[in-house]
């Protein structure tokens, strides 16, 4: 049993595929047919990349992945080539065979949900909310399922003999224990305050900017802002900027001109806003969107 059909869910699922004769994941959203956005991710219209441990690992359990990734339109951006401002400065141009996968994460998650559909020990219950565990402190035996979002619908009850919770950042796994009996979890709760608002470019065939990707990391207190395009899937440009607590951007599109215009950066700048130079830079999805991250170190008591 796996709550939550996120990336995680998706492959432990896969993982344990030979060690299990049966698995259900259980995801509240309904997936999309096509690499789409779906409200359970809300971190996916942001930039990500697979960095090359993520990658290998990815291949070594789906083989011929990548190769699927690369013909969907993802892009292997050599780490050497990225243009990259730390905290202290540019960093040098180097040579190294150590590359990312950069492409969206509908992307990247529709091709994993791909395999993972073929595989027939594996069942799905969608639109559906887990509420609950069964079982005793020392036990967990299943879960308590609900059709998603109707708090009048009936709950219902499914055994497992392993369950594997992948619910994210949003899991209510400590208060499940704790309605099992168990003694409460030891929370530590660090939030940074950061925020991110992205957008999708146009990414023309011409003229080269000179790198594959850009990052511009903060330099926090004196520089809260940190800025992000990366080359994705069907010529585009994904670029994302975020930003410290108290230096948050104001969500929409005049949100995210004004970050990446605090950002500064002539690079930046050149290759999104086009300084006029090229009209096919031009803007084909304004996907500005705000996200708080919230990183919460558990451990049980
Ligand atoms: C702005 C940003 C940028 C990032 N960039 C990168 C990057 O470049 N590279 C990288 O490796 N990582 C990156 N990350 C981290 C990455 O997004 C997460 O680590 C990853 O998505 C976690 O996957 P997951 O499957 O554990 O959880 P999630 O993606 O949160 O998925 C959880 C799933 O569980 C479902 N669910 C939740 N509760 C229930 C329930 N009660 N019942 C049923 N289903 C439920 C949700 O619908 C969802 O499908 C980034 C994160 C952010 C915020």
Known sequence: MVIGGGLAGMLAAWALRGYAERMVIVERDRYPERPAFRSGVP???????????GHRALEALMPGVREELTAAGAVRVPISGVRWLSAAGWLATYESEVAFLSC???LLDHTVLRRVRGEPTVRWLENTDVVGLLGAPGEVTGVQVRARGDARAQVREVRAELVVDASGRTSSLPSWLTRLGCPPAAEERVDAGVSYVSRLY??????????PALYLQTKAPDAPRLGVVLPVEDGRWIASVGSMRGAQAEPGAAGFDRQLRLLGGPSTRGVLAGDGADERKSVVTGKAGRHVRVSTIQQAS
């Open 104 to 106: 969206t994460r509908p």
């Open 202 to 211: 146009h990414r023309p065939a011409g003229p080269d900017p000179g790198f």
């Open 43 to 53: 971190q996916a219209r942001h930039a990500h990349l697979l960095l090359e441990a």
